[in-house]
């Protein structure tokens, strides 16, 4: 399998592409990556060297792949953090590309527009874009429960509004839902959710609370690790549970190992075989 992965990539650390393309190549993924940023690391630190890309130099890339005649072979594209509109464009774009060369090919996108801890941090105009125009445009989308709240403007606060919400979200168009970090009244103190929907059915997948430090990149890998497994199982309920299996190991070891970052290449047996496997429940 192929995916054109377009997404921000740092040279230190794992974000964006850093985070989403070792792991699908890991999985024997053939990607294709294309950088909508070139950061020297994440900007969580507060200080970062490098240059935000446009949206014709990404279109130029695409379209460097399109001539080699690859776009018929591609099987999904994957998105994520977008850093303008025009870049939001460009990758609309692209998919169009993929989708008229490949009408089987199908399109992820991780909403990236903030989290529950820093609320939103993308540039005004983003979480508008992605409500209008990407999150129509897309087959499988990511979000984690902020985003969804934000999307939906609906409150998830318990697993009925949870489910509602995911269901007015796959409205605008995207017939696959996973939520990731969702925390609900049902959900307990040491334990943490992520629910996938299709169909109208509904999955939700519980793991331990971790003692993690603040990392980031985790987002961006799960996104990956989804596609992945959805695209060899076409199953909204199994590609949920192997992900949930890969990344908690992934964030396990991290946690272990006391770091900032996260521990891609040494936990890399994760994504192959998860060291532990959790419960898929329908709800």
Not at 9 to 21: F, K, L, T
Not at 31 to 41: A, C, D, I, K
Request: hydrophobic share 45%.
């Amino acid at each position: 399998m192929k995916v054109l992965s377009i997404q921000s990539h740092v040279a230190y650390g794992h974000v964006g592409n850093s985070s989403a393309v070792f792991p699908m190549q890991r999985l024997g993924i053939e990607v294709w990556p294309v950088h909508t940023v070139q950061f020297s690391n994440h900007t969580g630190y507060g200080e970062w060297r490098g240059r935000v890309f446009d949206g014709p130099a990404v279109e130029e890339v695409v379209q460097g792949v399109a001539e080699r005649g690859a776009l018929k072979d591609c099987d999904a594209v994957l998105s994520g953090y977008m850093g303008s509109a025009d870049i939001g464009t460009a990758i609309l774009r692209a998919v169009a590309a993929v989708r008229a060369a490949n009408r089987e090919a199908l399109y992820c996108c991780d909403p990236v527009i903030g989290d529950t801890y820093s609320g939103v941090y993308v540039r005004p105009g983003i979480a508008d874009f992605m409500r209008a125009q990407a999150v129509p445009a897309a087959d499988i989308l990511t979000p984690n429960q902020f985003e969804l709240d934000l999307i939906s403007d609906t409150p998830s606060d318990t697993l009925e509004a949870a489910k509602r919400a995911v269901a007015s979200v796959q409205a605008l168009g995207p017939r696959v839902l996973l939520v990731t970090s969702l925390t609900t009244a049902e959900t307990p103190p040491d334990a943490i959710d992520m629910m996938a929907a299709e169909g109208g059915a509904f999955w939700r997948v519980r793991t331990p609370r971790l003692d993690l430090k603040a990392v980031s990149g985790a987002g961006d890998a799960v996104a990956a690790l989804y596609l992945v497994h959805y695209l060899r199982t076409r199953s909204a309920a199994l590609a949920l549970g192997m992900a949930a299996a890969s990344i908690h190991g992934l964030l396990r070891r991290t946690a272990e190992a006391g770091s900032e970052e996260l521990l891609t290449v040494a936990a890399q047996d994760e994504f192959v075989a998860p060291s532990a496997a959790f419960p898929v429940e329908s709800v």
